[in-house]
C-alpha cells in the first residue's frame, strides 16, 4: 500500500495552469522508415533488407515530433496506458544555458561551424514556470507505466530537489527506489566553488514489483588480492560477475571528445553506456522504454541494441533530424516518424456543434435541433472547471443563421442570457421551425465574454 504524503512542494499557480492539453491537436503519421542506409552509390543493390520489411504488419518502434505533453496524451488515447516499463527522461534543467548545436561544413581547410539552432529551456523562466511545466507532465507519464515500471528523471543541482518532491507527491516515497549520482570529469574554470561535475537520476517505481536487474562493477584490486569482500565470512566470497553497483556511478564519463565516434554534436547528449545500464536494470528484452524529451535518441539507439521497443519524443525539428539519421545510419528496426501538432493560430476550431436532428411535424415544415457541442475560449483553462459542458460561461451569447449564404451571416435568433451571470444557466441547445423539402446551410456565431467570435456551418436536407 502506498504511503500518504501531506508534505507537498507549492507555488504560486500551483494546479492552476498545469495540464492544459488543447486536443484539437493532429495527429500525422509522416514516414515509415524501413533503414536500409546507402552510403556509397555502389552499395544500392547489395543491401535489399529494409525493402523485404516492408510487408511486417506491426512496426513497434515509434519516433515522436511534438510537445510531450499532446504526445503522452495522444498515447494514453491509442491504449498506451500501462503498457511502458521503463520511462527515462533527460529534461531541461533550468539551467539559463543556450545550447548550440554544431555542424561542421565543408573539408579540414574550408571548413565553417554552423550553428544549426540554439536550444534554451522552452521559454521557461523561472521555478515557478519549470514546475508547471513538468509537473502535469511527470503525472501523465506514470499513467503510461507498467505495475513492474519505472521513471528515471535526470537532473542536476538546479532542479533535481524540487522535482523530487513533485515525483514523492506523484508517485509516493515508499515507490522512491534511489538516488544514482552520475560523476564525470571535464574542464570548469571557476576558483569559487568546488566543481559540479555530477548529475543526479531520481528513480521512482509504480509499484514494489517493479524490475530490477543487477548490475555489477568489477572488485577494487584490494579485494581481489584478499579474495573475499571487506565484511568476512562465506557469504562473501567474490562473485564472478563482480560487485553489485552502488547509486553513485564514476566510471562512465561524459562525451568530451569531439571525434569521439558517439559525439553526434548534438549539445546535451548523454553516453549510451550510461543509458544501456539504466536500460539494463530496470526493463526486460520484451519491455517497451520510452524517453519523451529524447533529444539526440540515445534511448532509441540502445533500445536497438539492446533489443527493447521504443517510443521517443522531442518537440525540436534538430531533434527529430539527429535521431532520425542516427537510428538509420544504425539499420535500427523499422519505425514510424509521427508528429503531433496544434493547427495554426487561425485554422483552430473554437466551436463545434452537435449533430443536428430533423424531425417533421407535417409535410411543410419540420423541426431542426441545434446544439453547442463546444467552444474553446483562448487563453482559458477548461480542465479547471469540473462541469459537463465546460464552456458555457465563457459564452456571452449565440446566434444561428438559418440559411447561410456563405457569405454574410445573417442573424435569425440569438440565444441569450436571462441575466448578466456567466454562469450555465445559458441554453446551448435549440429547436427551431424551417419549412421542409429543401436544402439549406445553417451557420451558428458564438460570442464569448472576451469578445471574440466563432462560426461552425452544417448543411441539411429537410
Ligand atoms: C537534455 S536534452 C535530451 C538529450 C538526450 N538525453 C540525448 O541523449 O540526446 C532535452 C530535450 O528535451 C526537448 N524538450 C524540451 N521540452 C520538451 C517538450 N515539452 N516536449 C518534447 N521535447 C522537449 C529539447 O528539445 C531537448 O532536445
Known amino acids: 500500500m502506498e504511503s500518504k504524503v501531506s508534505t507537498r512542494l507549492i507555488w504560486d499557480g500551483k494546479g492552476l495552469n498545469q495540464g492544459i492539453i488543447d486536443s ?7 514516414e515509415r522508415v524501413f533503414p536500409n542506409p546507402l552510403f556509397q552509390t555502389g552499395e544500392l543493390f547489395h543491401n535489399t533488407t529494409g525493402n523485404n520489411m516492408r510487408g511486417i504488419a506491426n512496426i513497434n518502434n515509434h519516433l515522436f515530433k511534438g510537445d510531450n505533453l499532446q504526445v503522452i496524451d495522444y498515447l494514453l488515447q491509442q491504449g498506451y ?53 513538468i509537473y502535469p507532465r511527470l503525472s501523465l507519464m506514470k499513467k503510461l507505466l507498467t505495475a513492474q515500471g519505472s521513471i528515471f528523471v535526470h537532473l542536476d543541482w538546479h532542479v533535481s530537489h ?5 515525483l ?3 508517485f509516493a516515497p515508499d515507490n522512491f527506489i534511489n538516488e544514482i549520482i552520475w560523476c564525470y570529469t571535464g ?72 571525434t569521439a565516434r558517439e559525439n553526434l554534436k548534438f549539445p546535451t547528449q548523454k553516453p549510451a553506456a550510461l543509458l544501456k545500464r539504466l536500460i539494463e536494470a530496470a526493463s526486460n528484452p520484451d519491455s517497451l522504454v520510452a524517453d519523451f524529451y529524447s533529444g539526440s535518441g540515445t534511448i532509441a539507439q540502445v533500445c536497438e541494441e539492446l533489443g527493447r521497443n521504443w517510443i521517443i519524443c522531442d518537440n525540436s525539428e ?22 503531433i501538432e496544434l493547427p495554426a493560430e487561425d485554422e483552430i476550431i473554437k466551436l463545434t456543434l452537435k449533430e443536428p436532428v430533423i424531425n417533421a411535424i407535417d409535410k411543410n415544415s419540420c423541426l431542426l435541433s441545434i446544439g453547442i ?3 474553446i475560449p483562448a487563453d482559458v483553462n477548461l480542465q479547471m472547471v469540473k462541469e459537463e459542458s465546460p464552456f458555457v460561461p465563457f459564452i456571452s451569447f449565440w446566434e444561428i443563421d438559418l440559411n447561410y449564404n456563405g457569405i454574410t451571416f445573417n442573424s435569425d435568433l440569438q440565444v441569450c442570457r436571462e441575466n448578466n451571470q456567466y454562469d450555465y444557466s445559458l441554453p446551448v441547445d435549440m429547436v427551431v421551425n424551417i419549412p421542409c423539402g429543401e436544402k439549406r446551410s445553417v451557420a451558428v456565431k458564438v460570442y464569448d465574454v472576451f469578445g471574440k467570435t466563432a462560426v461552425d456551418v452544417f448543411t441539411i436536407t429537410t
Do not use: M
Request: aromatic letters at 12%.
Open 187 to 258: 574542464g570548469s574554470g571557476t576558483k569559487r566553488h568546488f566543481h559540479r561535475k555530477h548529475d543526479c537520476i531520481l528513480w521512482y517505481a509504480r509499484s514494489e514489483d517493479y524490475i530490477f536487474n543487477p548490475q555489477y562493477r568489477p572488485y577494487s584490486q584490494g579485494t581481489l588480492e584478499r579474495g573475499l569482500t571487506r565484511v568476512k565470512g562465506d557469504k562473501y566470497r567474490l562473485r564472478k560477475q563482480g560487485a553489485i553497483l552502488q547509486d553513485w556511478w564514476v566510471d562512465i564519463n561524459k562525451i568530451l571528445s569531439p
Open 318 to 339: 534538430i531533434a527529430l533530424e539527429t535521431s532520425l539519421s542516427r537510428l538509420v545510419k544504425n539499420k535500427s528496426r523499422p519505425f514510424t516518424v509521427e508528429t
Open 24 to 30: 484539437q491537436y493532429i495527429h500525422k503519421e509522416v
Open 162 to 166: 524540487y522535482v523530487k518532491l513533485l
Open 168 to 170: 514523492d507527491e506523484i
Open 373 to 375: 457541442n463546444n467552444y
Open 81 to 133: 496506458a500501462e503498457k511502458v516499463d521503463l520511462i527515462y527522461i533527460d529534461p531541461p534543467y533550468l539551467s539559463d544555458s543556450k545550447y548550440r548545436s554544431r555542424v561542421t561544413i565543408g573539408d579540414k581547410k574550408d571548413n565553417q561551424v554552423l550553428n544549426r539552432d540554439v536550444f534554451d529551456d522552452d521559454g521557461i523562466k523561472d521555478i515557478d514556470s519549470y514546475l508547471d511545466n
